[in-house]
């Protein structure tokens, strides 16, 4: 397999060779089930506009009642289902909190 000469794309072949040799991290409430990802619930227009490049971050929430509670704006603008999940660890913790 040869590397992309993008490493940082999380698509390319380097990341997913790194991936191979790294444990897969499940979410706390998908540890019990194959899934590696969670689905959640974005503003239409925050998931178009600033996904992935607003500075303080995109909000994803766990359920559409947990969206519409606190995105008043979301009858107007829309939503959207997406899919959160892991690709590798960028930094480790420094603290081991399992233990």
């Known amino acids: 397999m040869t590397p ?3 490493p940082t794309n999380p698509s390319s072949q380097e990341t997913k060779i790194l991936g191979e040799e790294s ?3 499940r979410p706390m409430n998908r540890e019990n ?3 590696d990802f969670v689905l959640g619930y974005m503003c239409l227009v925050d998931f178009e506009c600033e996904s992935g490049a607003a500075d303080d ?3 994803v ?3 559409e009642r947990s969206l519409r509670a606190h995105m008043g704006c979301v009858d ?3 939503i959207v289902e997406v ?3 892991f690709v590798r660890v960028v930094q480790p913790p ?3 909190f399992g233990e």
Request: hydrophobic share 10%; net charge negative.
């Open 83 to 85: 899919k959160v999940s």
């Open 23 to 25: 444990e897969i991290i």
């Open 61 to 63: 929430y766990p359920s």
């Open 57 to 59: 971050g995109s909000r």
């Open 76 to 78: 107007h603008c829309g």
């Open 94 to 96: 420094k603290h081991n």
């Open 4 to 6: 992309d000469p993008n």
């Open 33 to 35: 089930d194959e899934d």
